[in-house]
């Protein structure tokens, strides 16, 4: 769509650091000059609008756990349909978006109308390219520069490209069909992430309820989610092949040695731990968990144990660590292989199962040991199965990990690429006046969004 576009045929100086040549025929101007600010209150029955960094201005969901009492909705202020609307602290990173109806946004955040024939889509763009909130910045102010914020009186004298009315629309009609493009195709990406992801959930489970051999008889297990295993093999609960949140049962090291610890920022998704961190015992042997070379590690709170975050502690520096409270430690007995252990607990249908056992105030939701030390699982009694389980399943998650990875590479290029042409067409490095403009199926765009919003609120981005 973009490979026939062409700079302008002539430019100028703009007189302006960030973007020091424009298209001859643009000028620029102060933001005071193209919008003006809505301060009106007293409209308790419009819907609540949220600004997000990734979808801009959209209705907030009010249902279930993410509703929302607000104490006075008839402070809120009135957005009319297409406004803009932006965060005073975030707006440095692209929290802004054009209203898609008449609603009400928080008294913190600033909704701005646009003046005469200004395209307000246009300079949605603009406003979220680097160079944009990289000025919103430098213009923000506060005590300290992570409390910054963008206050109309700052927003307004800011300096904006304002091509001709109507090339604003048609660059807005373009970015709006090619970033509408780039959506579909990132989204069926995240989708082919999903159904990988699924593919080796099965191959997982698969191996770890019938392991290897497959010409072992089978006999019904007597629990729904492990079916048929093998005969001879033993069912039992976890705790039968685990000691859950044990006692660190040795002597600690001398009170000067310093050991591994362990955040729960330092325990990844994939598994991968960073053991960087390091404090003396004498600060952490008290009111932190402890666990010793050989454990395996599960997050208990909401998120993160949703997420996946869980790691077999098998090349941890130090004898012993410590590390946050919010995790269940378990140290599996000759029984069982931790590796195996670990894939059992990254399991989905574990951590499914998990999420329906926890405890707690909502946002603070925990597993409780029991549910770990109860949940049944079965395991081969063979040590040489095992093995080549273990073998089976390295080979299962490496495959993963390559085809994931590259799909990723794949959608961050995607994103690059879309990021570098909205920059290009909206501050006049290229020219779109003449460039086709494909008919694009709203209706089927609106499905794929939000079914690209329940992906990334079901964690698709923690995929390991």
């Given at each position: ?7 302008y ?7 302006v ?10 000028d620029f ?14 409209f ?17 969901n009010m ?21 803009i ?15 898609p ?50 206050y ?38 995240r ?9 080796n ?13 497959h ?8 629990r ?39 955040p729960?920022?330092?325990?990844g ?8 961190e ?44 410590f590390?946050?409270?919010?995790l269940?430690v ?17 399991l ?5 199962w ?8 909502a ?12 949940f049944?699982?079965?395991v ?18 490496d ?10 590479r794949?959608?961050d ?52």
């Amino acid at each position: 769509m973009s490979a026939a576009l062409k700079p302008y045929p002539e430019y100028r100086d703009s007189g302006v650091d960030w973007l020091p040549t424009m298209p001859a025929h643009w000028d620029f101007v102060r933001n005071g000059r193209l919008f003006a600010e809505r301060n009106e209150t007293g409209f308790p029955d419009l819907p609540i609008l949220e600004v997000s960094l990734r979808t801009g201005v959209r209705v907030r969901n009010m249902e279930g756990g993410r509703k929302q009492q607000m104490a006075d909705r008839a402070k809120y202020k009135r957005a009319v349909e297409g406004d803009i609307a932006y965060n005073i602290m975030r707006m440095w990173q692209g929290a802004v978006g054009i209203a898609p109806c008449d609603g009400l946004i928080s008294p913190a955040y600033v909704v701005a109308r646009a003046i005469d024939d200004i395209e307000p889509r246009y300079y949605t763009y603009l406003f979220r390219t680097t160079a944009y909130m990289r000025e919103v910045d430098f213009a923000s102010r506060g005590i300290v520069p992570d409390r910054n914020r963008l206050y109309w009186q700052y927003f307004k004298p800011l300096l904006s490209p304002a091509p001709p009315p109507e090339e604003q629309r048609r660059i807005a009609d373009f970015l709006d069909a090619y970033t509408a493009q780039v959506h579909r195709l990132i989204t069926a990406k995240r989708r082919l992430l999903k159904a990988v992801r699924e593919q080796n959930q099965l191959a997982l489970h698969e191996l770890l309820v019938r392991g290897v051999d497959h010409d072992v008889p089978l006999t019904p297990s007597g629990r729904p989610w492990l079916g048929d295993v093998p005969q001879g093999w033993e069912v039992a609960p976890l705790k039968q092949f685990a000691v859950v949140n044990p006692s660190l049962g040795q002597v600690l090291p001398g009170r000067a040695d310093d050991v591994a610890f362990l955040p729960m920022e330092r325990i990844g998704v994939d598994a991968v731990v960073d053991y960087s961190e390091r404090r003396q015992v004498q600060s952490v042997s008290s009111g932190f968990t402890s666990f010793a070379v050989g454990d395996v590690v599960l997050a208990k709170i909401t998120p993160c144990f949703e997420n996946g975050k869980s790691a077999w502690l098998n090349d941890m520096p130090t004898q012993v660590g410590f590390g946050t409270t919010e995790l269940h430690v378990l140290r599996p007995t000759p029984r069982l292989r931790p590796e195996l252990l670990l894939q059992w607990l990254r399991l989905d249908l574990f951590r499914q199962w998990g999420e329906v056992s926890m405890v707690g105030a909502a946002g603070q939701q925990r597993v409780p040991p029991r549910f770990v030390r109860d949940f049944v699982i079965a395991v081969s009694p063979s040590a040489g199965e095992q093995e080549r389980m273990v073998v089976e399943a390295r080979v299962l998650n490496d495959e993963y990990r390559f085809v994931t990875d590259r799909i990723r590479r794949e959608i961050d290029l995607i994103v690059e690429y879309r990021e570098g042409l909205i920059a290009a067409v909206v501050t006049g490095r290229l020219d779109v006046r003449d460039a086709a403009i494909p008919v694009v199926d709203g209706d089927e765009l609106a499905d794929d969004i939000a079914t690209d919003d329940d992906d990334m609120e079901g964690g698709l981005d923690a995929i390991d």
